[in-house]
Each structure stands twice: as structure tokens, then as C-alpha cells.
């Protein structure tokens, strides 16, 4: 990108934001990874001060004066030049928030310490209804945030919008229903073979072995140390501060080594889409989700979950894999895997068990757990169904979906941060990953010959250099679908997910 | 402090101020002891931003009709209350801001980043040459700003005011001749005497063990871990993110133990500060620096210093102290302590030995380094002492002072960061540290009887508890001299530490 004359302006204000965002994000990764107990007083008030700041900068008139300027500028540009699309970018995000009340924003961000804290205490003491009243008032506050900014079919679409423009209630119930009826057989004929032995994975291992694979791991895939870092937090993520700085977390659960393998893996992949970036794009618009005030690369939530479930599911949690590196793993662990096989090992991380908890599930039952909480989110928007009839509604659902019977809602309801922190409408984005991921890689397996056989040979730069120069590289420029448009020539379509799961699970 | 009605306003804007402050001290620290080597690019950029933000906050007419209305609503309150300081500080640090144009500052800070990298180079090859265009264009802003903001009698005065408020050259140059002239003939009998034995110092201490004795003493002093943490830097350092998060920094020189023990306990000196100022002050003007744009709730660099040295010089090098906890040292290094005695101990990190380089500096030879940068930085700034002439300058004072000959510039003029990084009238407040430090210990010791049993029996919270009460809990709310005058009767002076010093080294 030769940045054009008129976009000087723009890009020197959209640095800045881009700046203040990229501290809030450093803020939130040491509050998870390194803070002592007693920051978190005050912790909270700068995120939001960082936040309020950004915004202001974004809806000030010199940002404004500036955008009017590069709009006349860019006119006779090409539509889809990074040029243009900076300009559109920005002018969205500013309409998107000048819908918005600074009160209303106030309003959320409040609720959502006393929301968190509720949640945490109910779900320690499993009790749904110490957090009811705070959820009402999230749905209550989404519903005026999505009148606010606007939907014509259902209010679910304004909040699903923020994380994945371009889906909505109906498109998602599209993509879910023949994703549902494809995967339901699927997860049939996988229940009904023998479970594979899986004893060896709950034996002791120690952090510092962990730690070691994890980074090797990590590195074999092609993330740069020199422009990123692995550390531990209760609840794994990966954060950038512009592409030359992007961390990764983990953590170590000493009696359940997948956990931290396929984490880390799943982490890995997030960070080698931000690591890879067009450096062109650092501290502009493109690099910056200017409507969620968010410093981030990737273009999609739902984007950014295919490229980190491509390596953790398609790569990592393949047969391939652990052909070629369960024994670098058995040298970490003599004692403990001295007796497994790697089959035994690749048939045990990859055996069906359908649970409880979404984060622990496998790939068959994963989007079943998705598809319930989108169920449930929506309904909530729309008012069908009321806060006090949730843990009802979730348990019947677990109940049709995977024939188990939900103990308490610890392990029902209460499981996941999202809803209290104030997010509705982020859920999807994770089953649009998974058909996302599968979709590219049948895409370029099909597309490039010699893949697979680097892919046998370890040889992962080949895929990460597909992926730099169809994906990363471009950032926020391409919208999700117009960039798998590109990518492999039609908008998500879950039949390469079903084709591939039917392939590793049922043969 | 009960918030006055009137001060709500501007509390809230220098609310914000503050987090925008703390934000990038969290930036700082981070870039210092975790940030990957790729982060540097653009982390500079970040900083700058924030700075920029806090004092585009600060200079808004909002912030101004806040204060306007302060000022109106703390009229009838004692001058030295907590409100009417308040008021006072933040309009001194608006004009302070108004008179310094946004184009110097910005001037300043691009200057910055290139002169730090022409020093590294210079200190790596040992050329001052390379280093000097850059001072000298260092040297020229410096003397812009200094006429920005104003001076009566020399330059220096303006650019000392930043850090040490109350100082000028000419008060500087009577504390340093009385302070020079009863230094010098300590040194003398000092070095007339033996040389202990220090051969100990030398082996090797592995860093764990360090680092576990470190964090023992830190909290040993009374530094609350619940509210702080200790990380591994290059040039060691401590920062704060409001009291409740004040982090320490050390290194650890394998083949030299006192670098990391005395370091930590200097570091832990500058933590208690920040952890003990009162918590009503959190994110007010009396926990931030707005002349400086630096969140601290310390009232001066030198008020700063005189903790950290107190801590580390008063209580952690002395011989009480060797005697109580040189135990617990063996344990963790029964090899490398097992033929030494307390005694040998004490004497060996009390020995006398100038040398080239100030960081290393013993407590007699430390000031006269100061004294020599103050004399060369203050004749940068009224032109009687060109840039080029600096190293011969340097070297002669070090000749006429230690008797020393300077090998080459790394050992010399090219040693301290400071300059580098546009930092020009800091050096005094090193000294005015240790001054002030034996001034408030000498109060303490003839005001409380108990004080020095409670020390024996190794008691530090009593000493903490004066402290916090007279000291550290009221932040900024008094300036050096007069938080001096409250504690000892008096404002600096220079007899106390002359008499420590006499009695610790001459004895």
C-alpha cells in the first residue's frame, strides 16, 4: 500500500487510535498473565478510560475533517484497494458509533464488573439465580445497544453484526440446520465404535515438559518468538500489539496433557494470522477493528477462529502429525507415554465423548454446544424466552442434543465468561470457524498437489505461506466472505467440514 | 479526603488523565522486562500517543471549566488541605503545558528515539563522536524548553525545576560545596585503611537462589507481594500503576552478589513509597505528576531517592542487618558462604574503591559523580562548555576527584542513559536522595527511642509505619521541602548524611 496523499490525515489520526487500542490490549494481557491481585482495583477503569479515549479520537472532527478529505482523495481508486477500503472502513465505524449514547456505553461497561463478579459467584456456587438479574439487564441493555444501531429482521442481527458482519438470525439458522442434519449421523456412527484407549493421557506431567513441547510446537508451525511470547493464564487467548508483537497463552493441567497441546496449538494459529499481517497495514485501519475498539488484524471473529482451529484440528489433531512427532513427545515424557503407540496416541485425542462442557468437547459434539447457545442467545433477544426459564431451556436442549442429563448449572448454564462480560452474539463465530477452516483447507489441498506431501514431511511453511498470501497478509481489508471468496471461489459452505469430519470419524 | 462537591469535575477528568498515565507506565514496564524483540517498533509510537492524550487531556476546556469551578468551590479550605492542592497542582501543570508548544514536544520526543540509538552504538564502539550531534541537538531543545517554561537566573534551573521543584543551580551548587567539602576528607581516611576482604563476592551465585533471597528480603522490608511483583530487567527499576500494583525490577549478576541484593532492596525502597500513599488519593492529581506526565505518587525524584537509598544504604547495608540475615544468605548458599563471617560480609559490601562508573560507586565516591554530571550538564545548558569539549572535561574531573584515569568514553561520558533520552537536570536528585534519606533517619532515630532496638531485633515495620504516617501517605499532596519541614524541623541539609557517612566509613 502507497499510502495516497489524501489518507496522510486520516492514517495519522486512525495511528492513534489504533495506539491507544493496541495499550488497552497490553493492559488486558498483563491483567491476565502477570498482575498481582491488587491491580485489578484499578485495572478496570483504565481499560475503559483507554477505550472512551479511543472512541472519542475516532468521532472527534478532526478524524472527521480528515475522512471527509481522503473520501474526496480516493474516488477514482479501485473499490477493492486497500485505499478505498480504509475510507469505508472508517466511515462505517464512525456511523456505527454516533448511533451509540456515550450513556448507553457507561451503562454497559458498569454492568459488566457487577455482572462478572455475580457470575463467578454463582457459578462457584452453582446457583443460576444470583446471576439472573444481571443477565436481564445484559439482555435488556443488547436489545436497546441493537436498537441503537439498527436491524430489520431480528435484533439478534445487530449484535451478531459486531462480531461477524455480514451473518444474521436467518443466515445463521441456514448454515445451522444443514450443518445439524449432516453431523447428527455423523456423530452416530462414531458413538457406536468401540472407545479407543485413553488411559495414558491422565497420567503426571510435569509444566516444565509441557511448556518445552508446546514451544517447539509452537515454532514448528511457524510462530516467531521474536515477535511474540508464550505464557499461562487460567482462561487461554492471544492478543497482538501489532503484527510484531503477538502473544500467546496456555496453561498446564498436570493430569490432562491435551489440554495444553492443543491449546497451544489452537493459540499458535490465531497468532500466525496476526504475525503475518501486511506490514503495510500496522497502526491503519486495517489493522484495527474500529467498530468493536479492538486492535486486531484479522478480519472476523469467525475468520480468525478458522485459522487457529485449521491448525489445532486440521494439523495438530491429525494422524499425520503424530506419526511424525509423537516421538519428539515421547522424549518429553519417557515415563509417561513409553507404552502408547502413536496411533494409540493420535485415536485417544481424537476420540468422541460427548460432555458437559463446551471448551472439553470433541469435534463432533463442539458445534452442537454452539448451536444451543446461539438457540438460546437469540431467543433471549427476542424476548421467547425469558431469564428465569434459561437453565430449563439449556438443560432440555443437552438433554435432545447429546442425551445427557445436565447435574447443576455449573456445568450447564453458568460454563462460559461470555454472556457476562457483556458479550451476545459472539457465539457463532466459532462454528463458522470450524466450517471456515475446513472449507480453505479442502480448498487448497485441492488447488496445490504438493501440500499434502509437505504436510507428510512436516514441512508446515508450505500451508503457512498459502495461507500468509490468500489470508494474513490482507487483515481487515476483505470483508469474511468476499476474502473466502477469494480464497475458494463461493461464501461458507459446510459441506468440505461435514466431508472431513465424516473422514476422520466414521472410517 | 472527603471529596469536596466542587472537586468532583475535575477529579474525573484527571481520573482519566492518571489511567491514560498508568497506561503507559504499564507499556514501559512491559517493553523493559517482557515485550519480545519485534515489539520495539512500534511500542515507542504507543507511548508517545498515551503521553500526547493525557496532556491533550489535561489542556481541554473541559478540564479548564472543571478546575475553574474547583478553584471557586476550595476557596474558604486551609491551604495546605488536600483540595486546595489539588487545584493548586493541576492549574500550575496547565500553564506549566500552555507554555511549551505541542511542536517542541513532539520535536523532543523524535529526537529521542534516534539520540538512544547513537548512544548504543556510540558506547558500543566507544566513540562519543557519533553520540555527540545528538547531544548537542539534545542540548539546544533542552535550552528551547527551558526558555518555554522560564528561568530567572540559568537555564539549568528551569530544566531541574521538572524534577526536583525548588531547586536551582544556585541552590545546588551551596548543598554540593558544603556537601563536596566534608565528603572529601572521609574518602581520604576512608581509603587510608585496609581493604577488607571481598574475594566472596566473586563465586558463583546461581540466579534462583538470588531471586529467592531477593523476594524474601523485599518482603522482609515490608513490600506486599499481594500488591507488587519482582521481574528481571537490564537497568533495574520500579514503577507503579496506582498503589495497588508497584512493581520492582533487578538483574542478577551471576559472579557478583551484591549487584542484585542491594539492587532489590534499592527497588523494594522506591515500592514501599508508592504502596504506602494513601489509598483516597488513588488516580487524584496527588498520585500523578502532571508536570512530568508520570503516574507516581511520590512528590519528587529526589523525595523518591531518599527511600530507595534509606532502605537500601541505611537499613540493608549495615552491619545490624548482615548480623541478623547473613544466616538465612548461607542458606541459600552454603558453598559460596561458608567460610565467611557477618562481619566479613558487612565490611566486604562497605568497601571503599572508586571507579569509573557511577552505578557501581561506593556511598563515598557516588555523589562526587553526581556532582561531576550536574557541574558538565548545567555548563551544557548555559553554552559555557561545548559538546565537543566533553569528554576531556569529564575525564579531568574524574582525574581531580577520584585520581582516576578514564580508559576510553564507554568508561566515561558515555556511561548514563539519561542524556539520551532528553533527560537533562535529573542527576541531582540522586544526591538530594541520599541527603534527605540520613536527614529523615536521623530524625526518626532521635524522635523514637525505640527505633533503633526495633532495627536490632530486625523489626522493619515500625520503621515502615513512621514512614508511611509521615512520609509516604500523603503522596504529592506537600512538595519536597516542605514534606522535609514537617518531618525533620528543616529543609536540606547536608550535616546528618555527612555524619552517617563519617561514622560508617571512618570508624
Known amino acids: 500500500m502507497t499510502p495516497q496523499a489524501p489518507l496522510i490525515a486520516l492514517n495519522e489520526r486512525i495511528a492513534a487510535v489504533n495506539d491507544v487500542l493496541n495499550a488497552a490490549s497490553v493492559l488486558i494481557w498483563d491483567s491476565r498473565t502477570m498482575m498481582p491481585a491488587g491491580g485489578a482495583e484499578t485495572r478496570g477503569c483504565q481499560i475503559a478510560t483507554l477505550t472512551r479515549v479511543a472512541r472519542d479520537l475516532l468521532l472527534s472532527s478532526e478524524t472527521e475533517a480528515a475522512l471527509d478529505e481522503a473520501e474526496r482523495g480516493v474516488e477514482g481508486l479501485p473499490e477493492d484497494s486497500s485505499e478505498r477500503r480504509i475510507v469505508l472502513q472508517?466511515?462505517?465505524?464512525?456511523?456505527?458509533?454516533?448511533?451509540?449514547?456515550?450513556?448507553?456505553?457507561?451503562?454497559?461497561?458498569?454492568?459488566?464488573?457487577?455482572?462478572?463478579?455475580?457470575?463467578?459467584?454463582?457459578?462457584?456456587?452453582?446457583?443460576?439465580?444470583?446471576?439472573?438479574?444481571?443477565?436481564?439487564?445484559?439482555?435488556?441493555?443488547?436489545?436497546?445497544?441493537?436498537?441503537?444501531?439498527?436491524?430489520?429482521?431480528?435484533?439478534?442481527?445487530?449484535?451478531?453484526?459486531?462480531?461477524?458482519?455480514?451473518?444474521?438470525?436467518?443466515?445463521?439458522?441456514?448454515?445451522?440446520?444443514?450443518?445439524?442434519?449432516?453431523?447428527?449421523?455423523?456423530?452416530?456412527?462414531?458413538?457406536s465404535q468401540p472407545a479407543p484407549r485413553s488411559d495414558f493421557l491422565f497420567r503426571d506431567y510435569p509444566e516444565e515438559g509441557q511448556r518445552a513441547f508446546g514451544l517447539r510446537l509452537a515454532e514448528k508451525l511457524g510462530y516467531d518468538l521474536q515477535r511474540g511470547r508464550l505464557d499461562i493464564t487460567v482462561h487461554p487467548f492471544e492478543v497482538s500489539f501489532t503484527r510484531n508483537d503477538v502473544r500467546i497463552t496456555t496453561r498446564y493441567n498436570r493430569n490432562y496433557l491435551p489440554a495444553s497441546i492443543f491449546g497451544t496449538a489452537h493459540e499458535t494459529g490465531h497468532g500466525l494470522y496476526e504475525q503475518g499481517v501486511d506490514p503495510a497495514y500496522t497502526r491503519t485501519t486495517l489493522a484495527t477493528d474500529l467498530v468493536g475498539l479492538y486492535a486486531v488484524g484479522g478480519t472476523s471473529f469467525g475468520a480468525h477462529e478458522s485459522q487457529s482451529r485449521l491448525w489445532e484440528n486440521h494439523i495438530v489433531r491429525s494422524r499425520t502429525f503424530w506419526r511424525l512427532h509423537f516421538p519428539d513427545l515421547q522424549r518429553h515424557f519417557p515415563d509417561q507415554l513409553g507404552d502408547v503407540s502413536p496411533e494409540e496416541f493420535y485415536r485417544a485425542v481424537t476420540r468422541v465423548e460427548p460432555g458437559f462442557i463446551r471448551v472439553e468437547a470433541d469435534e463432533l459434539t463442539y458445534d452442537l454446544h454452539i448451536m444451543l447457545r446461539v438457540e438460546i442467545e437469540s431467543a433471549l433477544m427476542d424476548g421467547s424466552l425469558p431469564v428465569a426459564d434459561l437453565p430449563g431451556a439449556w438443560n432440555a436442549l443437552i438433554k435432545r442434543d447429546l442425551d445427557l442429563d445436565v447435574p447443576d448449572d455449573a456445568r450447564g448454564v453458568l460454563q462460559d465468561v461470555h454472556w457476562s462480560t457483556g458479550y451476545i452474539g459472539s457465539f457463532p463465530t466459532y462454528t463458522i470457524g470450524n466450517v471456515m477452516a475446513a472449507q480453505v483447507m479442502d480448498t487448497l489441498r485441492t488447488q496445490d498437489e504438493a501440500l499434502d506431501a509437505a504436510l507428510e514431511e512436516g514441512k508446515y511453511a508450505v500451508l503457512a505461506e498459502e495461507l500468509r498470501t490468500r489470508i494474513w497478509q490482507h487483515g481487515r481489508r476483505f470483508a469474511r466472505d468476499e476474502l473466502l471468496e477469494r480464497v475458494t471461489g463461493r461464501g461458507l459452505d459446510p459441506k468440505p467440514y461435514l466431508a472431513y469430519l465424516e473422514g476422520k470419524y466414521t472410517r
Open 90 to 191: 472508517t466511515r462505517h465505524a464512525i456511523e456505527h458509533h454516533r448511533q451509540v449514547p456515550a450513556a448507553l456505553i457507561q451503562a454497559r461497561a458498569a454492568l459488566r464488573t457487577v455482572a462478572q463478579a455475580a457470575w463467578i459467584e454463582a457459578r462457584s456456587k452453582s446457583d443460576f439465580f444470583i446471576y439472573a438479574p444481571h443477565l436481564a439487564e445484559t439482555v435488556a441493555l443488547s436489545r436497546d445497544y441493537a436498537d441503537c444501531i439498527g436491524w430489520s429482521e431480528h435484533p439478534y442481527d445487530a449484535m451478531v453484526s459486531i462480531y461477524e458482519p455480514g451473518e444474521t438470525a436467518a443466515s445463521l439458522k441456514t448454515l445451522f440446520t444443514s450443518l445439524r442434519a449432516g453431523l447428527l449421523p455423523i456423530l452416530g456412527a462414531a458413538r
